[in-house]
């Protein structure tokens, strides 16, 4: 197993390695996964490895990136999360998915609220944002529950537009 970033109660965050590309491909792979990831559209094993090349260029120069997730009670990849800046972007943003097998068991909210415990403890970051497609209820929910805040739609590199979340944390909490 790779390097743990973070534990919750029922999952664990750790950094990415090579024998997890099948497991990446899997929720990259899935067309219902990734409706609302990116482009919106799968992408194959090879993207998979060059995606994990960029990974831990992240680790390298931040100190974080994405992350694979686990359930703690038995091993797999049940999805990713992390903290990324997308494009060279200056804001730390959120992004996060998980196999469909795994939806609607608050795994995400759970994962989410650890990314942002663990950028303010340990990182130090003041504010985390996060973007949305406007019809994706579902992860408006989980930044919802997480004490995100909505703001502004905002044009989005393929045409789309976003919702923007922003979150900081409270003054005693990092």
Wanted: aromatic share 8%; proline share 6%; glycine share 10%.
């Amino acid at each position: 197993m790779s390097a743990i970033v973070f534990r919750t109660r029922r999952l664990v965050v750790r950094r990415w390695c090579d024998a997890d590309v099948p497991a990446l491909a899997a929720v990259y792979g899935d067309a219902d996964a990734m409706r609302w990831v990116g482009d919106g559209e799968p992408i194959t094993a090879a993207a998979c490895v060059r995606w994990l090349e960029v990974t831990r260029r992240n680790y390298a120069e931040r100190g974080y990136g994405m992350f694979a997730l686990e359930r703690r009670t038995e091993p797999g990849v049940i999805g990713f999360c992390g903290i990324v800046h997308p494009g060279g972007q200056v804001e730390p943003e959120i992004k996060y998915a998980l196999r469909r097998m795994h939806w609607g068991h608050g795994y995400a909210t759970e994962a989410v609220a650890g990314l942002l415990r663990y950028g303010a403890a340990v990182h130090g970051l003041r504010e985390i944002i996060a973007t949305v497609a406007p019809a994706n209820t579902a992860s408006h929910r989980v930044l919802l529950q997480v004490g995100m805040l909505p703001g502004a739609l905002r044009p989005h590199d393929d045409a789309a537009r976003t919702r923007l979340f922003r979150w900081h944390p409270a003054p005693d909490a990092a």
